[in-house]
């Protein structure tokens, strides 16, 4: 893997704080709630009254759970688990989301809005529990409430870095506001065509959105991954990319996106855990969608790394990845199985 020679690596909001920069971005980003930019929809609801609009989200954040995981990339999970922290609600509505039982479920998930010091206090336990980080998975529409809880964290001790799990369709001003806040991007590359992000996500223009966010996250960490003396990931940028049946996210186009405008050394995660669920599974119209890859779908996926010189990043193994990344958040203290299905991918192999 690419690393800098500096090993160790304290997380940037740390800095943020004692300047008192932290703040000011937190208030920043709050402003945008007034009249919600939140995200690319563009909603322009007051989320500060509590006006719901495409989210379904208000001024609190939902947290459908919070939970040591073992199913992220190694340097992320590590020994002790990332601190996964699930927020409810999304601001896409993909047919095949693995996790709609928390995304697509705003009716029941009003039972689990916290306040910000509660949010705080969460990551507080996962740091005392030993997780190597904070992960935060779908922040998106709750970015600003994520920073806001990240300050009173610090304020109490928070040490851990911050890892912004996302489905990429994110709003380049928070990311800019968010740049230091975020130690770790860990976003989706989901659609190399936007027809297909319209009728398997519901969204506008999601693949010019997301290479504009993942090039601003670029910009902020470059291509180099800091580890500390146990190969934990710091600070970076790694692109998951999802393979689909049919190959209706376009792999190959995203790796040569990925190439040619950003760099060949970034990290890429290949994830084969694919399975048909949501709609996906029982609507006629996503019959595209209504199986699992198969093996030859991988290996095209597999062979294109290689062919474009893409060295760096993670896989997980075909055999398994969609059977055990199964979750079920009727129970929201272990949703997920114990699950280490990745390998390295470097240039030594």
């Not at 991007?185 to 969204?203: E, H, M, N, Q, R």
Request: net charge negative; with cysteine.
């Amino acid at each position: 893997m690419t690393t800098t020679p500096q090993q160790q690596h304290a997380p940037s909001y740390l800095a943020l704080y004692e300047t008192g920069e932290l703040r000011a971005r937190v208030e920043a980003l709050e402003s945008l709630l007034a009249r919600c930019t939140v995200c690319p929809r563009d909603c322009f609801n007051n989320r500060l009254d509590d006006e719901i609009a495409a989210c379904y989200s208000g001024r609190l954040p939902v947290v459908s759970s919070y939970t040591a995981h073992f199913g992220e990339e190694p340097a992320i999970t590590g020994t002790h688990g990332a601190g996964n922290i699930f927020f409810g609600n999304c601001n896409l509505r993909c047919v095949y989301c693995q996790n709609y039982q928390i995304s697509q479920t705003h009716r029941e998930q009003i039972k689990n809005q916290v306040t910000h010091e509660r949010l705080a206090q969460m990551m507080l336990e996962l740091q005392t529990r030993g997780c190597h980080n904070i992960n935060f998975v779908s922040p998106t529409h709750f970015a600003p409430q994520m920073a806001r809880s990240i300050l009173l964290a610090a304020e109490q001790g928070l040490r851990l870095p911050v890892v912004y799990n996302t489905n990429a369709y994110d709003s380049v001003e928070v990311l800019r506001l968010l740049d230091r806040v975020v130690d770790v991007y860990l976003p989706d590359l989901k659609y190399a065509d936007s027809a297909d992000g319209y009728t398997y996500s519901k969204v506008q223009d999601y693949t010019e959105h997301a290479r504009r966010a993942v090039a601003e996250m670029y910009r902020q960490t470059g291509y180099e991954l800091v580890f500390d003396d146990n190969g934990l990931l710091k600070r970076g940028l790694v692109i998951r990319l999802l393979v689909l049946p049919n190959d209706l996210g376009g792999i190959r186009e995203s790796l040569e996106w990925i190439r040619d405008a950003l760099s060949p050394r970034v990290a890429v995660s290949l994830m084969a855990q694919y399975y048909a669920t949501n709609r996906a599974a029982t609507d006629e119209r996503y019959m595209l969608l209504s199986r699992r890859i198969s093996e030859s779908e991988w290996m095209r996926a597999v062979a294109a790394l290689d062919e474009l010189g893409m060295e760096e990043g993670w896989m997980q193994e075909y055999d398994g990845a969609s059977h055990y990344y199964r979750p079920d958040f009727a129970d929201s203290e272990t949703p997920f199985k114990d699950i280490r299905d990745f390998k390295t991918v470097t240039s030594d192999e």
